[in-house]
């Protein structure tokens, strides 16, 4: 059974950092394109940053420059870096990995973050 775990999220003022992580289980890691998603209240889902089996990497504008997504495959583990943190970031953060071959997803269970003073 496929199964991913969060971590990491939490309160933080604004400017500072936190880092998420995703662990997963019951698959082959290395050969899911990974992203992490977030959405606020009123908001529709928007992608944050995506990492494909191959190594590609992608940001939303929104976030590029301040926000890093690695992955360590060895660990079946994904991160999330987010550093310079502003209100506008609060959202419920969540991990989906998708098999880089087939059509098929997997989310996690979601992460509050909130940036606040």
């Known amino acids: 059974q496929v199964q991913l775990v969060e971590s990491g999220g939490g309160l933080v003022q604004p400017g500072g950092s936190l880092r998420l992580s995703c662990s997963a289980s019951?698959?082959?890691?290395?050969?899911?394109?990974v992203g992490w998603y977030r959405q606020a209240p009123g908001n529709a889902r928007e992608l944050v940053a995506a990492?494909?089996?191959?190594?590609?990497?992608d940001y939303a504008d929104s976030v590029k420059g301040r926000f890093t997504i690695s992955r360590d495959n060895a660990k079946n583990t994904m991160y999330l870096q987010m550093n310079s943190l502003k209100p506008e970031d609060t959202a419920v953060y969540s991990c989906?990995?998708?098999?880089?071959?087939?059509?098929?997803?997997?989310w996690g269970q979601g992460t509050q973050v909130t940036v606040s003073s």
């Open positions: 990492n494909t089996a191959a190594g590609s990497l």
């Open positions: 989906k990995i998708k098999h880089s071959w087939y059509d098929v997803n997997y």
């Open positions: 019951g698959v082959i890691f290395s050969i899911y394109d």
